[in-house]
C-alpha cells in the first residue's frame, strides 16, 4: 500500500531564517505531488504541485519554492522566512490530477 | 476563475442532531470530493461524486451531486462525538486542480 511521510511534525524558526520541509511518497511511482499550506482555522491554500520530476507549478507567488527531485521527493524551501509564513504545511499525493489526494501529516511551522 | 463556495462556516449541534455541509461551484464540475479533517490532523479523503444527481452512503453519512453538476452537500445523521471536524469539499473542472472550499467546522454542543 502507499504511504506518505512528512516531516519533521513541527518547527518552530526565527525570521529571515532558511527553510526544508521534505515529503516521500512510497508505494506508488509517478504520483502528483502537492504542497499546500493552511492557516489556523482556514481553509487549503494549494502553493505549489507536481505531475512529474522537475516539473514544478506554483499557484501562489510568495518567497517559498519547490523542488522534486526524485520521482517520490517533493521539497518546499525558502531562502528567508517571513511571519507570513507561519502555517500548516501539508504535503499530499495522488495517482493522477483527477482522483483523489491523500496527505501526509503536515508540519506546523511557527515563525518567531 | 472557478470558485467553490461552502456553507455554514461553523454549525453547532447537539450530540444526535443532524448535520449539513453545502458547496456551491461557479462553473459545471467533472467530480467533487469530500474530505474530513479532525482537529489537529491532516484531510482524510471521505469520497468522490462524478454523475449528476449522485447520491451515496456511507453509513450516516450521505452525500449528494447536483443535477447540473454544480452544487453538493453532504448530511449526517445522529451526529457522534467521532463526527467532530472540519468537512471540506473539493470541485474540479476538467484536468484542472481541485478547487477547494473554506470548510464547514462542526461542533458538538457540550
Known amino acids: 500500500s502507499q504511504t506518505i511521510h512528512q516531516w519533521p511534525a513541527t518547527l518552530v524558526q526565527p525570521v529571515g531564517s532558511p527553510l526544508s520541509l521534505e515529503c516521500t511518497v512510497e508505494g506508488t511511482s509517478n504520483p502528483n505531488l502537492y504542497w499546500y499550506r493552511q492557516a489556523a482555522g482556514r481553509g487549503l491554500q494549494l502553493l505549489f504541485y507536481?505531475?512529474?520530476?522537475?516539473?514544478i507549478s506554483s499557484e501562489v507567488p510568495q518567497n517559498l519554492s519547490a523542488s522534486r527531485p526524485q520521482d517520490r521527493q517533493f521539497i518546499l524551501s525558502s531562502k528567508k522566512l517571513l511571519l507570513s509564513d507561519s502555517g500548516f504545511y501539508l504535503c499530499?499525493?495522488?495517482?493522477?490530477?483527477?482522483?483523489?489526494?491523500?496527505f501526509g501529516d503536515g508540519t506546523r511551522l511557527s515563525i518567531l | 476563475g472557478q470558485q467553490v463556495m461552502q456553507i455554514p462556516q461553523y454549525q453547532h449541534v447537539q450530540e444526535g442532531e443532524d448535520f449539513t455541509t453545502y458547496c456551491n461551484s461557479s462553473t459545471t464540475l467533472s467530480n467533487i470530493q469530500w474530505y474530513k479533517q479532525r482537529p489537529g490532523g491532516h484531510p482524510v479523503f471521505l469520497i468522490q461524486?462524478?454523475?449528476s444527481g449522485e447520491v451515496k452512503k456511507q453509513k450516516r453519512l450521505t452525500f449528494q451531486f447536483g443535477e447540473a453538476k454544480k452544487n453538493s452537500s453532504l448530511h449526517i445523521t445522529a451526529t457522534q462525538t467521532t463526527d467532530v471536524g472540519t468537512y471540506f469539499c473539493a470541485g474540479q473542472e476538467s484536468n484542472y486542480q481541485l478547487i477547494w472550499g473554506a470548510g464547514t467546522k462542526l461542533i458538538i454542543k457540550p
Open positions: 461524486l462524478v454523475k
Open positions: 499530499a499525493w495522488s495517482p493522477s490530477s483527477i482522483q483523489p489526494q491523500h
Open positions: 507536481s505531475v512529474g520530476i522537475g516539473q
